[in-house]
């Protein structure tokens, strides 16, 4: 590959891991270690998701990108960088008929044993469900399968979900969970590779992704879900991966309670609803740590101190270098997003790139000019080097500060604090009586067959 879209690509992967501090991966053992493969996965994130499948499935994988992408020279770039196809949609008013092509190209690279990355929902958005999928994916792995020539090749699509802790927020999380692959070869075998069978694929690919996408009747439940499956366990709270797979359970549980005993489920919103206005009251969004006793020796004081006593002379450079850039830009992607929450993230690591980018090569030749070109090249590299510390030491200040608060807390507003660890446990009781109902549920509903059959 040329240099350029080589260098385009590592650096974007390089923002993707800076801008999520943690890029988890969930059932690893589904994902096939060799032949040619097609990744679908749900669309929360504009340009950002492909690049964390990438990084979390570690597969050079390509992906399918609407054709306006490629229609000026960094796009096109881009698209170069990570092996983007254009798609051709009638909503862009292109011509269609084009996507004759990208089905080869895309058969072309699968015969190569090449992975794709498709997002069969059609666009990007921010909703709390999944869309209606499209056919494409499924007629683009049937085409493959079914060869012309009447034999049938292997292909694995691999149903993949999604799941950011804070998708717009610098420096949060984000899980990439792989479900059940799918033998593309063994379902052409028993349904064929026609219109029909294209329909039944596309279902089948729905069903898995439900069971690695977390879903909610509404934004407000779907955040709550998540942030009930982190306060009820500890686990839950340090790991994106389980906090989503208890958020599955509850999201379960919560259906049926809300068939059965639909004022009780409201019940328990309020309950939520009132614990959250309790960690509000007090400015605590980890409700485990006001649990947690600081109890440190010497040696764990010295390093709770130590980072924040040697990174302020850097930090401080950093901070002068590149603060009035962020303070420049960062009210601006919420402006040129116009709502569409799903590309804030990647209008951020966009104008942070470019910003940055035109910052630092400013600083340095400012320094070549009155200090000479060594000076320059010199600042070039460490003023970024420096942001990086700056930004280190922000994360590490602010950990402390919260764990100091919640110390100061548990010594001064004992009585509230010892409230909402109450509370907090009385939610725990109530998701651990819902979740052992919905497993009795389950567990009867599955005997009764075998039951009948007998």
Request: hydrophobic content about 50%; aromatic content about 8%; some cysteine.
């Amino acid at each position: 590959m040329p240099i350029l879209p080589a260098l385009t690509r590592e650096i974007c992967l390089g923002l993707v891991r800076l801008f999520y501090t943690q890029l988890r991966m969930g059932h690893a053992e589904n994902v096939p270690q060799k032949g040619p493969a097609m990744v679908v996965a749900n669309h929360p994130n504009g340009l950002l998701d492909p690049l964390v499948l990438r990084i979390g499935l570690q597969r050079p994988v390509h992906f399918l990108g609407k054709s306006t992408l490629f229609a000026n020279p960094l796009g096109r770039l881009a698209m170069a960088a990570f092996g983007g196809i254009p798609v051709y949609r009638a909503k862009d008013g292109q011509d269609t008929q084009q996507n004759d092509k990208t089905f080869d190209l895309c058969r072309a690279h699968l015969a190569q044993n090449g992975w794709l990355a498709l997002f069969p929902e059609g666009t990007s958005h921010s909703d709390p469900s999944l869309k209606r999928l499209k056919t494409g994916a499924a007629r683009i792995a049937l085409s493959y399968a079914q060869n012309a020539d009447g034999t049938i090749r292997d292909l694995t699509i691999i149903p993949a979900g999604l799941l950011y802790e804070d998708k717009a927020t610098f420096r949060t999380a984000v899980a990439v969970t792989a479900a059940k692959p799918i033998d593309v070869a063994a379902f052409v075998r028993q349904h064929g590779s026609d219109f029909a069978a294209a329909q039944l694929l596309t279902d089948k690919i729905h069903e898995s992704l439900k069971d690695v996408c977390l879903q909610a009747q509404s934004d407000e439940l779907w955040r709550g879900l998540l942030a009930v499956a982190a306060w009820t366990d500890a686990d839950a709270a340090a790991d994106l991966i389980v906090r989503q797979a208890r958020a599955h359970e509850l999201a379960a549980a919560w259906h049926a309670l809300d068939s059965e005993n639909p004022e009780q489920a409201q019940a328990v919103v309020e309950q939520v609803r009132q614990y959250v206005r309790a960690l509000q009251s007090i400015g605590v969004a980890d409700p485990l740590q006001l649990e947690t006793p600081l109890r440190l020796n010497r040696q764990q004081w010295l390093g709770f101190i130590a980072p924040i006593v040697l990174l302020w002379p850097l930090a401080l450079i950093g901070l002068a270098l590149g603060w009035p850039t962020y303070a420049a830009i960062r009210p601006l992607p919420p402006r040129l997003a116009k709502g569409e929450t799903d590309v804030i993230s990647t209008i951020k690591v966009l104008l942070g790139l470019l910003a940055f980018t035109l910052t630092y090569v400013t600083e340095a030749l400012i320094a070549a000019f009155f200090f000479g070109w060594t000076v320059g090249l010199a600042a070039f590299v460490v003023a970024p080097l420096c942001g990086f510390v700056a930004l280190r030491f922000s994360e590490r200040v602010e950990l402390r500060r919260r764990t100091l608060r919640a110390a100061w807390l548990r010594l001064a507003d004992a009585d509230i604090v010892n409230e909402i660890g109450n509370r907090r446990r009385e939610l725990a009781t109530t998701v651990a009586n819902a979740l052992s109902r919905t497993t009795r549920a389950q567990t009867t509903a599955a005997d009764q067959p075998a039951a009948a059959a007998n």
